[in-house]
């Protein structure tokens, strides 16, 4: 025990003068030699190579995402394109296609694909990736044929031919009588003449109740009257080109031109220009629509919107043509064949004072700026002036029935 002893002193001795623990026995050599501690030269050698293989490992790793996204953006395109079924030619027959606002390719494609144009989405979806003008794609009614090419059918729908004329117009000056007509007009078919008015083909009895539910269309609350929605949508209804499906609802179609109206207000001072002209939004409408109807120029209906507030801040009756002409246009009577000084109608504003109940039009971007910035002057009367329809105007009575009488005598449209 004692040689042994002094053995295991002779050893822990040699480990302290080596700088090693005797838990280091681990480095010895075969022949029970502490190994050398390594030299800090093969440290950084060996963390070198560490980070040498760090970095491979990284590029090794961008490489596989690069190769990822090529397979995805390139190769898999390829390949569908190549493998899509797809008809050949330019196909045979006649078939109604309808686009509808807002549809991406994809949504053109099922609708092809559901009539028999196209063999399969993919195949209309190809070819419109390929070619940008298929963005130009407008919603309306097209007539293709059965059994296309994804190709031949996109090169007809960009043909304008292909497209049926049934957008529903409504001009400026219209009247909700005149859209009306207009919603409840029957499609055109692929036969029908150029001059053919063509509609949605919606039920009269549904447009009339759609517009009489005023309060369920969305009108916007800057135009409400006394908190409540106008008794009628007359004015609401922004004179613009629309497309209406055959399988769509009155209410819809109404509201899209509602939305246009308020896209038009909000993107302009209409409504803050009111209160400085003295009026409601809704009155300024009124004024709005009175000018669409008696003055064909803008600068006209500027100072015909004078010529009403000038007669309505001096408590004079308007007495204008127009508002009596749509009283008769309600009562279903001919307009040429009326007395404006005599119908019996809240619209006559020879015989009621201040503004009529509602506007009596659908009025334009150029009357609507009219009303919200009237023109300068304190006229009273205005009149055609050529046959061109140009309006004289004047604060003069006597003057203005010198015009009168002028304008008669020219057969410029005095009556």
């Known amino acids: 025990m004692r040689q ?5 002193d002779e050893e822990f001795a040699d480990s302290l003068l080596s700088g090693r623990h005797g838990h280091d026995t681990d480095h010895a050599d075969p022949a029970g030699r ?16 560490r980070g040498h293989r760090r970095v491979l490992w990284v590029f090794a790793g961008l490489f596989v995402v690069v190769v990822v996204l090529v397979s995805w953006l390139v190769v898999v395109p390829i390949y569908h394109h190549f493998t899509t079924s797809d008809y050949s030619g330019s196909g045979t027959g006649s078939v109604r296609v309808t686009v ?16 028999g144009v196209v063999k399969s989405t993919g195949a209309f979806v190809h070819a419109a990736d390929d070619n940008s003008d298929s963005r130009s794609i407008q919603p309306g009614t097209y007539v293709l044929r059965k059994h296309m090419s994804g190709v031949s059918a996109l090169d007809l729908m960009l043909d304008p031919k292909s497209r049926v004329d049934d957008d529903v117009v409504v001009t400026e000056g219209a009247t909700t009588l005149d859209v009306g007509r207009r919603l409840s007009a029957q499609p055109c078919s ?18 009339t109740a759609a517009m009489a539910d005023v309060s369920a269309l969305g009108i916007p609350p800057a135009f409400e009257v006394k908190g409540k929605a106008p008794a009628s949508v007359e004015g609401f209804l922004y004179p613009a080109k629309y497309f209406f499906p055959e399988d769509g609802k009155p209410v819809s179609a109404l509201q899209q031109m509602i939305t246009q109206f308020a896209e038009q207000v909000r993107g302009t001072d209409f409504t803050s220009q009111a209160k400085a002209n003295g009026f409601t939004a809704y009155q300024q409408l009124v004024v709005a629509s009175i000018a669409q109807s008696e003055a064909k ?4 209906m500027a100072k015909v919107a ?23 246009k309600l009562k279903g009577q001919d307009p040429t064949k009326v007395i404006y000084a005599t119908i019996d109608s809240p619209y006559n504003t020879y015989t009621h004072d201040g503004l ?13 700026d009219a009303a919200a910035h009237p023109a300068k002057g304190n006229w009273l009367f205005y009149v055609n002036k050529d046959k061109a329809g140009h309006l004289f105007f004047t ?5 203005f029935v010198q015009a009168v009488a002028k304008c008669r005598a020219n057969n410029w449209g005095c009556g």
């Open 100 to 115: 509808v606002a807002n549809d991406a390719a994809s949504d053109i494609a099922a609708e092809l694909k559901a009539k």
């Open 34 to 49: 502490p190994s050398p501690r390594p030299r800090r030269s093969d440290r950084h050698a060996r963390s070198r190579q």
């Open 395 to 399: 604060n003069s009575e006597t003057a």
């Open 306 to 328: 004078r010529v009403i507030m000038n007669r309505i801040a001096g408590d004079t009756p308007l007495k204008i043509d127009a508002t009596s002409a749509y009283a008769a």
């Open 356 to 368: 009529p109940p509602t506007p009596i039009s659908n009025p334009g971007a150029d009357a609507l």
């Open 297 to 300: 120029y803008p600068a006209d």
């Open 190 to 207: 692929s036969d029908s003449d150029a001059s053919a008015v063509c509609g949605p083909g919606y039920p009269s009895a549904s447009v």
């Open 4 to 8: 042994r002893s002094a053995e295991h």
